[in-house]
């Protein structure tokens, strides 16, 4: 059974940093391609960052570029999103997924599996 395991959110100030992880079990994680997105209230689920198998690419959704980075731990089976100069509007719930070919993977409907997701709140 695939899992996909998120920690390290929690409430930050303006400013601050978190980083995310994604522990993932069940499946042979290194064919994987890696994303992050987030929901807010009321919003549909974004994506937020994505990370190729090899680690070698990654993406990112304009309005986190420059102060998120995704990175891929294949030895731990776990991916990282190191969050900086976090504001306000990043506040959302964070989920990792995983995806089994690299198509369109901007898109959520892209990922095979997804995590439960973990709370980030980011107060001014």
């Known amino acids: 059974q695939v899992q996909l395991a998120e920690s390290g959110g929690g409430l930050v100030q303006a400013g601050g940093s978190l980083r995310l992880s994604c522990a993932a079990s069940?499946?042979?994680?290194?064919?994987?391609?890696m994303g992050w997105f987030r929901q807010a209230p009321g919003k549909e689920r974004e994506f937020v960052a994505y990370?190729?198998?090899?680690?070698?690419?990654?993406d990112y959704a304009d309005s986190v570029k420059g102060r998120f980075t995704i990175y891929r731990d294949n030895a731990k089976n776990t991916v990282y999103l190191q969050m900086n100069s976090l504001k306000p509007e990043d506040t959302a719930v964070y989920s990792c997924a995983a995806a089994g070919k690299e198509l369109a993977l901007r898109s959520r409907y892209m990922y095979d599996y997804w995590g439960q997701g973990t709370q980030v709140t980011v107060s001014s």
């Open positions: 069940g499946l042979t994680f290194s064919n994987f391609y």
């Open positions: 990370i190729r198998r090899s680690a070698g690419s990654t």
